[in-house]
């Protein structure tokens, strides 16, 4: 008998996915000996028979959350030829890439929870290796069940033979679990009381009186109350402290069934993002999110969420358990004394919760808003030519922060982790950020920073002794743009247009709106919008009017004779005048996102006090694309390198139509002004690539007008990472990862 074999190594997303059964069962099924073990490369098999016959089999019936990128097969000579097929334990070291993202109930739990005779009838942890939670219960690595929140639950006899057999699907599923040995619900309601099914029963009740119920899930508590009930969602906001900003809606599957195939595939898949879908035709009230078009709705993610869905039947609110602008509760202690305000009952277990995860968003098409829950920690292939990049920490920007860790050719973007100026936030970011660490085995050599010394995230860099690097914020956003279409690193320059609120720029210059020449190495600015004054600083961000007086100032003298003045007048203008005159407490800005709320506040369709970052402009769009007729006599031409403001505004102020169609000519006016001016660059470089990139990028119709107006090129948008500052860490690694390799 030959003592040769087959050798074969097998790369993609096949760790931790219940891979190593699958080619077992498959290898059983062939007759074929020999064993299959885990590497830092992936999986390796190494087979005695027909390897032809295997590796064509391999990708039927392969497990759900696996993907497989390539089969590289080489022979193999035996010492001794294996007598059967083994699985081989994975050695310490090598657990780097076998943490997945927490992945929503797969069907076959989810018939098993719907099952009356099933041991797990009904049970809201119910899980398998294709299906619950990961990242979110891992206390240390190696990932095993005794550094896991399941080690308090010892596994009864049932759940342990499962646990063991490789031809079961929970074979080496860490949170395996059942009603005997597993997590339990239980119901807090003032003095009220109730343990498992009770406690279920106890919160569906609360929810159909109109109450507010607190929901412990996998990343984090929920607040939850009836979407169709006006009054209820009401006061959910209120008692939060949340007057405007969009809640999400988690619906029934039988909603879900009339949504477009394309939304119903992103609900349903193992990620179960939000997914912002039109709101008309919801049937939900008007205060779930008011003044918009879209509304954010998903599925059920976990099994409790399952159970509460199919008994209720309804939408429900199930929004983020948290004061507004706080970070999310993660223990029982913690949401009962956070949330005593705001929850009329909670609906607690007692599975700890090691990691913050919120849910993600995105939109219809699939564009990346909040990267999280089912997404992280999956690595991100970096492009061509940075297989040799160095180990870097990027600690990404203030808000919507996210970090991001590099080695090699991969890199690893954290979770929406919010606002690291608030210390509930910071403390959460510094839980994720050793976790990761330790995950990766991540020793970083350098740690990269934005270039604004006023970030917290640039301080806590700074305070890390290690070499460090800045890098300018618009620079990270386009590259990160780049980097995530597979720019290679050596592909040359780009054309970038990046707009957001409002971020460092060169020689301390406050940038938003900027077309920029762009590639790894070195970003140049050539042009963009003119800069304006922020009057009051900070509150510019946060009073829309005030932008609307410094662009009225700048570019209509006359202003106060006009018709429209009268928005600015009631405002406590005249002070803020004279201080932008005096340039007191009134810096500079080539800010897309400040133009947007000036707009906003134009049309009076901006709160005079914004409740959430982004309000005024997605109102202004929702406005816009409520829009009748679409033509119109406006522009913004490019004059000396800039776009004319007072070109836009004198038309636009002159221009006699319904407030819809004004705002949407300003979206088409401001795309069409860019366009031109970016086109004007890469024509004279010959360069036939733009990037588009920054929060203000997650305006639909902007997108829709710049793809338009820029169709003799190819533009770059970003997709799978969110356009704004949740991607800027993701650029910073690209830059960084160019410059010291
Ligand atoms: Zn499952
Ligand atoms: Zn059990």
Request: proline fraction near 7%; charge should be neutral.
């Amino acid at each position: 008998m030959s003592e040769n074999g087959t050798r074969l190594r097998i790369r993609g997303k096949v760790q931790g996915v219940g891979f190593r059964p699958w080619v077992w069962q498959l290898a059983q099924r062939l007759g074929l000996k020999g064993d299959v073990r885990n590497d830092g490369g992936g999986v390796v098999v190494r087979l005695v028979g027909d390897a032809q016959a295997f590796i064509a089999q391999l990708a039927d019936g392969c497990p759900p959350l696996a993907r497989i990128d390539d089969v590289s097969e080489q022979p193999w000579h035996w010492a001794a030829l294996p007598q059967d097929f083994t699985i081989i334990a994975s050695a310490q070291g090598q657990m780097a890439t076998q943490v997945v993202p927490d992945a929503a109930t797969c069907p076959a739990c989810l018939a098993e929870m719907n099952d009356p005779g099933h041991r797990r009838y009904r049970y809201p942890f119910i899980n398998c290796t294709h299906c619950g939670p990961r990242f979110t219960i891992i206390r240390a690595m190696p990932y095993d069940r005794p550094a896991t929140t399941m080690a308090e639950f010892a596994l009864c006899p049932a759940c342990g033979a499962e646990y063991r057999n490789p031809a079961d699907r929970r074979f080496h599923a860490q949170p395996v679990a059942c009603p005997a040995c597993g997590p339990q619900v239980s119901w807090v309601a003032g003095e009220a009381r109730a343990e498992r099914e009770s406690a279920l029963r106890a919160a569906e009740a609360s929810l159909k009186r109109g109450e507010i119920v607190a929901i412990k899930g996998l990343g984090g508590f929920h607040l939850a109350c009836d979407a169709q009930n006006q009054t209820a969602v009401s006061d959910l906001r209120a008692r939060k402290g949340r007057p405007a900003k969009p809640l999400a809606v988690m619906i029934p599957p039988r909603v879900a069934d009339a949504l477009p195939a394309g939304v119903q595939t992103l609900l349903r898949s193992p990620a179960a993002p939000i997914v912002l879908v039109e709101k008309s035709g919801m049937a939900l009230c008007e205060a779930v999110a008011p003044g918009l078009n879209e509304v954010g709705v998903m599925l059920a993610a976990n099994p409790l969420q399952h159970l509460l869905m199919q008994d209720l039947d309804r939408p429900l609110v199930m929004t983020s358990g948290n004061l507004n602008g706080r970070p999310p509760a993660l223990t029982n202690d913690e949401a009962l004394r956070d949330l005593a305000g705001i929850a009329d009952g909670f609906l607690l277990h007692n599975r700890d919760i090691v990691q913050r995860m919120d849910d993600s968003v995105v939109r219809a098409g699939g564009e990346m808003l909040r990267r999280s829950r089912g997404f992280v920690p999956d690595a991100l292939p970096l492009p061509p030519g940075f297989e040799d990049a160095p180990s870097l920490l990027c600690l990404g920007a203030d808000l919507k922060n996210t970090f991001c860790l590099v080695r090699g050719g991969q890199a690893v973007l954290s979770q929406h982790l919010g606002d690291l100026n608030d210390d509930g936030a910071l403390a959460q970011w510094r839980r994720a950020l050793t976790a990761m660490q330790d995950l990766w085995q991540f020793t970083p050599e350098r740690v990269v920073t934005d270039a604004h010394p006023g970030y917290r995230s640039t301080q806590l860099g700074a305070e890390m002794p290690l070499p460090q690097a800045r890098v300018l914020h618009h620079h990270a956003h386009a590259a990160a743009c780049m980097a995530e279409h597979g720019w290679p690193r050596d592909g040359g320059d780009v054309i970038a247009l990046v707009l957001d609120g409002i971020g460092q720029g060169e020689n301390g210059a406050l940038w938003g709106g900027e077309c920029l020449r762009v590639n790894y190495r070195d970003c140049e600015r050539l042009g963009g919008l003119p800069a304006v004054a922020l009057p009051g600083g900070d509150m510019a961000a946060r009073q829309p009017w005030r932008n609307l007086l410094a662009q009225w100032l700048a570019f209509v003298p006359e202003w106060q004779s006009l018709p429209q003045a009268s928005v600015l007048l009631d405002k406590p203008w005249q002070p803020l005048a004279k201080a932008i005159a005096r340039g007191v407490n009134a810096p500079l800005a080539s800010s897309a996102g400040r133009l947007f709320d000036a707009v906003s506040a134009a049309l009076g369709c901006a709160p005079a006090q914004l409740s959430y970052e982004g309000e005024a402009a997605c109102r202004l769009e929702a406005l816009a694309l409520s829009a009748s007729a679409i033509t119109h006599p406006l522009a913004m031409p490019v004059r000396d390198g800039e776009l004319d403001l007072a070109a836009f505004w004198r038309g636009w102020l002159a221009w006699q139509a319904p407030d819809a169609e004004r705002a949407w000519a300003f979206h088409d006016a401001l795309a069409h002004g860019l366009a031109t001016l970016a086109a004007q660059h890469a024509r004279q470089r010959h360069i036939s690539t733009i990037a588009c990139s920054g929060g203000v990028l997650h305006n639909r119709l902007l997108r829709a007008r710049l793809r338009f107006w820029l169709r003799d090129f190819t533009v770059l948008f970003p997709e799978r990472l969110p356009a704004g500052d949740g991607a800027v860490a993701f650029g910073q690694a690209v830059i960084a990862a160019a410059t010291f390799s």
